[in-house]
């Protein structure tokens, strides 16, 4: 599914932007169509499914930081599950519109539900994906397995993935991902994309990318990812759990324009001129005479220079022919060749 990608496939994440309105849920699924987007992910999880409902203090979400400061797990859940019945007919609406669907699973009643729609790959989060017994059931789908790998150790991510390879996992995506929202550019280090390229050479390498704006997904395409992960929404400004760090559709189709010219642009290691360069070769500079010379006159700095265009003798040339002779009489303007000089 994943394997030799001809372009950096596109993911839409809704999470919980539907704001719990089914018709928003397929606005946002038509709004992604339109962007060109390769796939749109949802989240498959309830409150009870995610963990208890507590007020204790561990179950508070007290970070000064978090765009959810005083909520509960449960509460937070609440305001951002996406209702199970919704999977299908959101899923029926991205095929009809020709984008891939699929979603997140948290537990193992969420897999065997997903199962049962048939999906064609799962996802699973950050805060996941050292739930090495999650990890095992969703490998035994046979299904292609992608993987946010925030917050996860080298050595973690590599027996995280060693249980889905042993367990049946056909492919993984492993998803550099910097777990805060929003992240910043200068946490994400990007230059990991590269180090897990070599370190695992049997999966291939995106980006979840929970930044502002578009430039640390563009970015990451020089580097080798092939598979981004952005929060989408309508509007920020219409609210939502995840609205603060989701982008909007224009920003989305900008992003899979632009991410599709990054991928492009990286071509081949080249030297010399391309095939629609070659006629630029004739406004390089060569040596061409800038006043009248004489038969037997004197090449000399003063009657020859190295100008554009490019119809004369190389550059290369200009110290070998200072002090020869001219073979025949040369008007200003002309193009210097071999013929022209005595040697």
């Known amino acids: ?49 995610m963990t208890i409902d507590s007020n204790r203090e561990e179950f508070l979400i007290k970070d000064n930081s ?34 891939i669907g699929f979603s997140t699973p948290f537990d193992f009643t969420a897999v065997d539900f997903l199962e049962s729609l048939n999906v064609p790959c799962y996802k699973i989060a950050s805060f996941e994906n050292y739930d090495l017994p999650l990890l095992k059931y969703v490998a035994k789908t046979k299904k292609p397995v992608i993987i946010s790998t925030g917050m996860i150790k080298l050595e973690e991510l590599k027996e995280s993935i060693s249980t889905l390879q042993n367990n049946g996992c056909p492919e993984i995506v492993l998803l550099k991902c910097t ?20 370190q695992f050479p049997d999966c291939t390498i995106g980006l979840s990318d929970h930044t502002l704006g578009t430039s640390v997904s563009v970015a990451s395409v020089a580097l080798g990812a092939m598979v981004i992960e952005k929060h989408f929404t309508l509007s920020r400004k219409e609210g939502g759990v995840d609205s603060a760090f989701s982008i909007e559709p224009d920003e989305m189709k900008q ?66 022919i200072i002090g020869k002779t001219a073979k025949i009489d040369i008007s200003n303007g002309t193009p210097l060749n071999n013929s022209m000089v005595n040697w």
């Open 66 to 99: 978090s765009l959810w400061k005083g909520e509960t797990l449960y509460s937070l859940y609440q305001k951002a599950y996406t209702p199970w019945e919704w999977n299908k007919p959101i899923f029926d609406k991205c095929s009809e519109l020709g984008v």
């Open 255 to 320: 992003l899979v324009n632009d991410v599709n010219n990054a991928y492009h642009s990286l071509g081949k290691v080249f030297y010399g001129p391309t095939e629609t360069e070659i006629p630029s070769l004739k406004f390089r500079r060569s040596l061409f005479t800038v006043k009248d010379i004489k038969s037997g006159e004197n090449f000399t700095t003063e009657n020859i220079r190295s100008i554009r265009p490019g119809y004369g003798l190389s550059t290369k040339m200009y110290d070998d």
């Open 1 to 49: 599914m994943f394997k030799g990608l001809t372009k950096p496939f596109i993911i839409a994440e809704m999470s919980g932007n539907h704001n719990h309105s089914l018709e928003r849920a397929f606005q946002i699924v038509e709004e992604a169509a339109k962007t060109g987007v390769n796939a749109l992910k949802i989240q498959t999880y309830t409150p009870d499914t």
């Open 179 to 198: 777990s805060t929202y929003p992240a910043l550019p200068e946490n994400s280090n990007l230059l990991t994309i590269k180090d897990m390229q070599k």
